[in-house]
């Protein structure tokens, strides 16, 4: 009996963890050399900077509990529920679900959940076939868990999981990230950008983390990342621009950085949790779902516990 899961983000760890709570032999093939796709950050400083997602949301019981132990375990927080909302020159205010941010960076909720389970970072898988087979070896299931065209990337186009995936958008974004030498702009705690030409968030990084550093991390709307995909760091100066107009900031920052995101959310949610073929071809994410964190989570936890079922133990 063999599963592998390729990604180590969030989906695909929630599904390696009861997939190994269920006594199923399983292992996680991941490209990066971290664990978290894209709830990843950078370590600047000293500091962890988030620069996928900006903080999560929790409704699902089954998410709830594990988020209560991230708390308990000092990995997580409560952060806002209460969002500003920028744009035309005025600024107001968005009430929601509380959100929630790590202390210690996003990416360290995957890791805690990874704990336990056998997951091989820095490995690129490159075909995924029938069988199934990874990379030429026989498994009994594989779960893609990723952005739909990164799975239709390692499937042939004839396969039935392939026609799951074709035809959907997945737009770009880039996350900058900076520094000033002073906190300058009015509590926020983070903001959505209506309608804005460059910016669709701004986020109070040490607002969300906690320790107050004067550090902003901003999302680009999707049209400035594909302009500027071939040169993240293209995409700081017209992001610059954007925070000194809606926020007054009028100093230089100490240091700016730039990630681009290729896939960073689908156009479109989709109903279903997940697909489960029956050659044991898998898929999850949060492109099965509306694209969040919680989202992911939901999707591999849901796959695990059918693919459980299914596989003799
Ligand atoms: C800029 C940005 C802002 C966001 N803001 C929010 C937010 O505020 N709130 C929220 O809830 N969500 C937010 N999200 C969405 C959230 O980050 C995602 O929903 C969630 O992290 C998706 O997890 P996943 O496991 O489905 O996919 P991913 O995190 O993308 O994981 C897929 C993994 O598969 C790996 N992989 C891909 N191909 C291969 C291969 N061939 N071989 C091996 N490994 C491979 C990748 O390296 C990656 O680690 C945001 C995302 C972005 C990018």
Redesign the pocket.
Known sequence: MSVVV?????????CAAELASAGLPVRV????AD??????GTVVGGRAVD???????VRDPGFAAVVERWRAAGLARPWTSELAVLGDGSRGRAPGPQ?WAAPAG?GGL?AELAGGVAVETG????RVGPGPTVDGEQVDAVV????DP??L??LDPAHPAAARLAGREWRP???VAAEWPVREWEELPAAFVNDHPVLT?V?DDGARRGDGAPVLVA?TTADVARAHAGDPDGAVEPVLAAIRDLLGVSTEPRWTLAHH?P???PAEGREEPFHLGVDGVAL????WGS??????WR??HLLGQALATRLPV
């Open positions: 390729v990604g180590a983000g969030m989906a695909g760890v929630a093939v991941e490209r990066a664990v978290g796709g894209r709830m990843g620069l996928g997602a900006a903080y999560f949301t959100r996003l995957v490995r690129e898988v490159r893609l868990a990723m952005p990164q799975a990337s390692l974004a880039i996350a968030l986020a999302h995101w896939h960073a959310s999850a994410g949060d492109g694209p969040r964190v919680e989202t992911a999707s591999g």
